[in-house]
């Protein structure tokens, strides 16, 4: 099993950016890919980002494509989503989430990720 904290969510306006992180630890983070979700009040958690155990290929929801990356440094069993030009309706809590098989590419189903952190909230006022 991996643990897994999120860390840089916070409130920001319209148009502004914020970084989240995702530290890991336990398994060989280096062989998992990862995934961020989020889930808003009364809706269902879903996909955000995700990235190969490599960073070889990477995949956005259709909603944040142009505006959100995410990146990952093996070295430092981190990973990074990048939010830029935030709107509104970003505005839930954030999941960091670990593969539960090794060295898969870039995944965007929530039954192939098998940890998850406690997630941190991002707000964005208009």
């Known amino acids: 099993q991996v643990q897994l904290v999120e860390s840089g969510g916070g409130l920001v306006q319209a148009g502004g950016s914020l970084r989240l992180s995702c530290a890991a630890s336990?398994?060989?983070?280096?062989?998992?890919?990862m995934g961020w979700f989020r889930q808003a009040p009364g809706k269902e958690r879903e996909f955000v980002a995700s990235?190969?155990?490599?960073?070889?290929?990477?995949r956005y929801a259709d909603s944040v494509k142009g505006r959100f990356t995410i990146s990952r440094d093996n070295a430092k069993n981190t990973v990074v989503l990048q939010m830029d030009s935030l709107k509104p309706e970003d505005t839930a809590v954030y999941y960091c989430?670990?593969?539960?098989?090794?060295?898969?590419?870039?995944?965007?189903?929530?039954?192939?990720?098998?940890?998850w952190g406690q997630g941190t909230q991002v707000t964005v006022s208009s």
């Open positions: 989430a670990a593969d539960r098989w090794t060295f898969r590419p870039a995944l965007i189903g929530r039954n192939d990720f098998g940890s």
């Open positions: 336990g398994r060989t983070f280096s062989s998992y890919a």
């Open positions: 990235i190969a155990w490599n960073g070889g290929t990477t």
